[in-house]
């Protein structure tokens, strides 16, 4: 069969409309596959949120279990001063309140400066930072026994932690004792 040019006048407005419903089916076509990859973009992104949510809030559950497990160790860390700034002053007070009352004959005390502890091994402090400062102490003691009266005085009387590194002692003639100690005021602080 073959067409004239009187069958194409005829036929152009029915090829035109195949035409237009092809190109519109490729266009739907086509915007639907860009539709259903944005929908499985946006699907997976909130999938992400949702996992960042249950994640976070597990860490609100935990961190609400450990508070309760822990707030009341910490409000006696804080009682105690050992959380927060370095308390140099009420050492000092504390040490000359001790002086007063003295447990031994005589003492003397050097506190250095505050620095940060650094661990040889890797250690988890958790929020903090451990701060330390060495303190070294010397004594004239008439028997050992008042080294131990002293360091119950410190415990008792000034807030804090200190931490007991070594001590020495050496006779210094025949009724007295001459002792050296060395040790650290320990002071947690926040990093945040």
Request: proline residues 2%; aromatic residues 10%.
């Amino acid at each position: 069969m073959k067409l004239s040019k009187a069958d194409f006048l005829l036929l152009r407005w029915s090829l035109a409309a195949i035409c237009g419903a092809v190109l519109g089916s490729m266009l739907i076509f086509y915007g639907s596959i860009a539709y259903a990859q944005s929908s499985k973009n946006e699907h997976l992104k909130a999938q992400r949120m949702l996992n960042d949510a249950h994640g976070s809030l597990a860490l609100a559950r935990q961190d609400k279990e450990n508070m309760g497990k822990y707030a009341n160790e910490y409000a006696v860390l804080l009682k105690q001063r050992i959380i927060g700034d370095d308390q140099r002053l009420d050492w000092v007070e504390g040490l000359e309140h001790i002086r007063r009352h003295s447990p031994v004959l005589s003492f003397s005390y050097q506190i250095a400066p505050q620095r940060i502890y650094l661990s040889p091994t890797p250690m988890d402090s958790g929020n903090f930072n451990i701060h330390y400062s060495e303190m070294k102490l010397q004594f004239e003691l008439l028997h050992e026994r008042q080294l131990f009266n002293f360091f119950a005085a410190l415990q008792a009387h000034i807030k804090g932690h200190y931490h007991l590194e070594s001590c020495s002692l050496q006779r210094s003639g025949e009724t007295r004792l001459k002792a050296e100690c060395n040790g650290n005021w320990i002071t947690l602080k926040k990093r945040s």
